[in-house]
Structures are given as C-alpha cells and as structure tokens.
C-alpha cells in the first residue's frame, strides 16, 4: 500500500515539475517581473482574489512600477504608478477594451454576440447613445423624473411613526424602485388612481428587487467563470429580469428615459434579435444603472449619519438651497424639486459623494493588447506587453495611498473641498499634482457613461431624506466591506445596520 501511494506522489510530482519546466511562462528581456504562481491554469488567482489591495501592495514594494501576474489561466500587468495610468488610457491603439467587455457581458447576462456582423450593431452607436441620452442636455429631464419618482417612493407610507429598518435596506428599496421607473417608465394613471394596477405595480417592483438580488449576489461567480446554470435559482432571476423589460410591456409606459427610447428603437430593427434577446441587452442597463450606485448612495448616508458635523453641514446645503428655491422642508404634500444645475450647486454633499466613493470603491480597469507592444511609464522606462495580455489599472490602491490621503482609512466629509468651500481638484503625490486621483467610475475610454447621473441620483437621495426624514443610526461600530466583490466596482457592507427613521411634521 505505502508502495503504491509512493508510486502515485512520484507520478504527480513528475506532472508538476514537467508542468512547470515545459508550460511556465518564462520573462523575456524588457518584460516587466513576472509572477506564474505555484497552482497550474490558477496561478495567483486565490492570493490576488482574496485582497486585491494588499496583494498589490506589497508587489509594488518587491518590484516597483509595474509586474504581471498569472491570474485564472490570464496573465495581468498591473500598472502599479498612478503617473503612468494615462500611459494606458492614451494607448486605445495596443489596447482594446470592447472585446472584453462584451465577452464579460455576454458570460453574464446571456445576450446574443454582438460582435457577429450579422446583427448589424456597432459598440461606437451604442456608446454614442449613452453619451447623448445620459450627459448634456439629457440630464436635465432624467434628474427631474428621478426627483418625483424618489417622492413618489419615499413618501407613498405617510405613517407619523418612528419605524426601525436595515439601512441598506431603505436604501436599497427607495433607489431601486425611483431608478428603474425612471429608466424604463411608468403606468402614471395605475400609480395615481387605479388601486388594482397599483397593487399589481407594487408586485412587479417587489419580485424585479428580489430577482435583481439573486442575480447580483451570484455576478461575482459568473463573472469568474462559473456557469450561471449550476448556481440554483439565478438563471431564473435573471430571465425574469429581462422578461418585464420586453419592448410589448415598455412601450405601455410614459415617462420613459430617453437611453431606454432610444435603445428600443436601435435594437428593433436588428435582424436575428427576439423580443427575449433585446430585453436581455436592457437588463445590462438595470444592471449598470443600479448596481454600483445602491451601494454608493448606501455609503454616502452611512457616512454622513455617522458624522454629526457632516450631517449638519449638509443640512446647512440643503436649507440654503431650499430658501434660495423658495422651497419648504418636509411639507409632504408640497414635493420638494432641486433642478441639475441646482444640484451640481452643492459642491459639500459632492465632497460627502466622494469621499464615500473614495472609501468603497473597487473597481478594476482592464484592456487587452491587440498586439505585441511596448508601454512607455511616466518614468521613461519601457516595458514589453505581448499581445493577449491584459493590462490592468486598481484605482483602489490610489484611493488608499496615504502620500495622496491623509488618514485614508477615515471618512473626511470636506476632504473634497478647497479651501473657497468649492469642489477640490488638486491631489498630490510626492509632491507632484496627480491627474488620476479619484476614479469609481473608471477613466479613459471605458469611463462611465452614466456618472453624472448617478451623482445626481445620490445627491437628490440624500437632500431628500434631510427634507423628509428625522434619522438616528443605531449603534456605532464601523461596518466591514465585503471583499468578495472586489475588481467589481462599488464595495457592498459586510452586513446591513439598523437606522431609525420617522417623517418629519406628520
Ligand atoms: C455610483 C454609481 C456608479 C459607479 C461607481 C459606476 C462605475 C462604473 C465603472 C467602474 C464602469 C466600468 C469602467 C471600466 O470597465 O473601466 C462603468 C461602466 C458603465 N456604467 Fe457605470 N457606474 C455607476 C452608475 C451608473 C449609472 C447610473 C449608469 C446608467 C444609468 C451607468 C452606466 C454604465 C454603462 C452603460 C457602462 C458600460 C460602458 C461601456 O461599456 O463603455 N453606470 N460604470
């Protein structure tokens, strides 16, 4: 027996030493340090999953401005010096963001290939949507109807009491529900007089939330490779998400968003596309619309109820702003309206937004080198990338860079303010002005499209609640980020906290 199981450990450990001998990657000359790791197609994938931040870290430590890295059966070049991620960003001649993009997408909401020349679609139209539907002039009718769908939601119970609920929870509902009637419209007459179409309304957004979070725990699998099939009940979750957003059910509605309009009308005449198929490609809309900013406007209040200087400090914004409108607080009958200019007039609940971003984001940017190339850092040294690689920039580790933040780990409600009480721009490190210093929602080419908006969607949530509301958080220990969505965008809390809320002058 002991002879056997000798027999069988030689074998293995021939495999892995043949495996590394003939399968590792070696590093050419003028290629950055490379770091295979022990485990065959996995490489580093478990030490870089489980803290993206740390990991990195102390890689820049050992080896300074740039090292790749085998992750998942890829291999990685971390752009380790915020001076040289405009390197990146400039370079859209070596460096493709599309084909990965639409290959996650794919993997993930399950719509057709869009890079297949038979359906007639171009990335280039569909990103020009976004810019003409979701910035400019088109904010203006997008922040007004999500100003009266946030009232429509926040005020629908008009209950005097106290009520105690999970924050993210409160937060979660309000915005998801004022988000997506103001993305993909409403049936205003059910939501004003017909108790029946309301009550159906009411079913239809309270199984579109629970669907939403199924699916949105499970992205970080799917997005890492395993099959949605096997993860019980998400696939489902998913394809109902999509079903509601059919074009037979959203052409009943009014008030619809212009990037939804416009969408509908691009996909309609695509050959080869179903009716399932293009709801599919407007569930990514849900998806991006709302699943990094719950979370953030989840932070935003958090952080603010948790600073009494900051709450009152916000409260003195949206007073101000209220008299200067001639506008009351807290009159539910009379639906408070800050108009986007009125908004991107209060430069102190920007710098609370920011800050809160600052703290939970994660994101992660990633292009792929369509050829071999050399990338050329701010310090003038040159490093070889071979075509296929991936070249990636983890902002994070900008966001939590002591040199640029003082205290990074702590919340500074004003730390997005100069010293005119106006939006603060310049952040340096060692002692040389950064451009890239606060990036949530990407940068370059890939760069959220919907990022004025979402601040604005944050802003309104949270002069909203200081209108309405009389709020205590319960309880005072700090609350853990979950990790596990790192790479992914904006952190979610490890678990929810208790706040207590009641309408004011009820
Ligand atoms: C706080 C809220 C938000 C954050 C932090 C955020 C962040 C991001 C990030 C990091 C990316 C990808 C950048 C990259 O891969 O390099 C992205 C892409 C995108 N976001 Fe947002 N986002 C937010 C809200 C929104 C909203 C409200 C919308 C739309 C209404 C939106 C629409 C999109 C779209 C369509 C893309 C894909 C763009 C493309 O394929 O080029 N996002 N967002």
């Avoid at 937004?353 to 850092?377: D, G, P, Q, V, Y």
């Avoid at 596990?484 to 009641?502: C, E, H, M, N």
Wanted: proline share 4%; net charge neutral; charged share 25%.
């Amino acid at each position: 027996m002991a002879g056997l199981v000798m027999g069988v450990l030689t074998v293995l450990l021939a495999i892995l030493a043949a495996w590394f001998l003939f399968f590792t990657r070696r590093r050419r000359e003028d290629e950055p340090p490379l770091e295979n790791g022990w485990l065959p197609y996995l490489g580093l994938a478990f030490q870089f999953g489980s803290n993206p931040l740390e990991f990195l870290r102390s890689r820049q430590k050992k080896y300074g401005d740039a090292v790749t890295c085998k992750i998942a059966g890829s291999y990685f070049t971390f752009i380790l010096d915020p001076f040289s991620y405009c390197a990146v960003f400039r370079n859209g001649k070596n460096l493709d963001f599309q084909k990965f993009a639409i290959e996650t997408s794919r993997k993930v909401f399950g719509h057709a290939d869009f890079t297949d020349p038979k359906y007639n679609l171009t990335y280039e139209e569909l990103h020009h949507i976004f810019r003409q539907t979701l910035q400019g002039p088109a904010l203006h009718p997008l922040t007004s109807n999500m100003m009266e769908n946030l009232q429509f939601v926040m005020l629908r119970s008009k209950t005097s009491a106290w009520t105690t609920e999970g924050l993210y929870s409160f937060t979660f509902r309000i915005m998801f529900e004022a988000g997506y009637l103001t993305l993909f419209g409403k049936d205003e007459k059910a939501l004003r007089d017909d108790t029946e179409r309301f009550e159906a309304h009411k079913v239809l957004i309270h199984k579109a939330m629970n669907d939403f979070k199924v699916f949105d725990k499970a992205f970080p699998l799917i997005v890492a490779g395993l099959p949605i099939g096997i993860i019980r009940g998400v696939k489902a979750a998913r394809e109902a998400l999509a079903e509601r957003l059919q074009h037979k059910y959203l052409k009943k509605n009014s008030s619809i968003s212009a990037l939804t309009e416009q969408r509908m009308r691009y996909f309609d005449p695509v050959p080869y596309l179903d009716e399932l198929g293009k709801a599919r490609t407007h569930n990514v809309m849900l998806w991006a619309s709302q699943a990094n900013t719950l979370p953030a406007t989840f932070w935003s209040l958090y952080y603010m109820l948790r600073s009494p200087e900051a709450m009152q400090a916000a409260k003195t914004e949206v007073e101000n702003m209220l008299q200067e409108t001639n506008q009351k607080s807290g009159d539910a009958e009379k639906p408070v309206s800050f108009s986007k200019d009125q908004l991107d007039n209060m430069p102190l609940t920007n710098s609370i937004i920011s800050e809160a971003l600052r703290l939970s984001s994660a994101s992660i940017m990633i292009r792929i080198a369509t050829e071999n190339f050399t990338l050329t850092l701010d310090s003038g040294s040159k490093i070889a990338i071979r075509k296929g690689d991936r070249v990636a920039l983890y902002p994070q580790m900008v966001h939590m860079d002591s040199d640029i933040y003082e205290d990074p780990e702590e919340f500074k409600f004003n730390r997005f303010l100069d010293e005119n009480g106006q939006k603060k721009t310049t952040f340096y490190k060692n002692g040389r002005k950064l451009k890239s210093y606060l990036m949530p929602f990407g940068s370059g080419i890939s760069e959220c499209p919907g990022r004025f908006f979402a601040v604005n969607e944050i802003k309104q949530f949270l002069a909203l609640v200081l209108c309405y509301y009389d709020m205590e958080l319960q309880g005072d220990e700090a609350l853990p980020l979950d990790n596990s969505r790192a790479g992914l965008g904006i952190l979610q809390p490890k678990q929810d906290v208790l706040f207590t809320y009641k309408l004011k002058n009820t």
